[in-house]
């Protein structure tokens, strides 16, 4: 199983990016999906997570500017994220874990830097 995330970059104060994580696997639907990241000297955070049945939770810093969704059919994750801040930069992973077979994946990472 491969988890590629992809869409991160520089970008200024103010801008958005959209993040993307395809996954390989066959049962994509079972899984429920999230988004972490890790800022330089600090620990992995939970961003935002979406349940297989489509429920979203985000963490305060970030409600209100990101949504995380997903598309079935495409085995596909997305971070949309709008409104960004410095304090928002970070390597950004996507995670899959299923509650149902107790699997647990991880991606490789895209990095997103935001300038003042």
């Known amino acids: 199983v491969q988890l590629q995330a992809s869409g991160g970059g520089l970008v200024q104060a103010g801008g958005s990016l959209r993040l993307s994580c395809a996954a390989s696997m066959r049962s994509f639907s079972i899984y429920d999906m999230s988004w972490y990241r890790q800022a330089p000297g600090k620990q992995r955070e939970l961003v935002a997570s979406?349940?297989?049945?489509?429920?979203?939770n985000y963490v305060d810093s970030v409600k209100g500017r990101f949504t995380i969704s997903r598309d079935n059919a495409k085995n596909t994750l997305y971070l949309q994220m709008n409104s960004l801040k410095p304090e928002d930069t970070a390597v950004y992973y996507c995670n899959a874990n299923s509650p149902i077979t107790v699997a647990n994946y991880w991606g490789q990472g895209t990095q997103v830097t935001v300038s003042s």
């Open positions: 979406i349940t297989r049945y489509g429920t979203t």
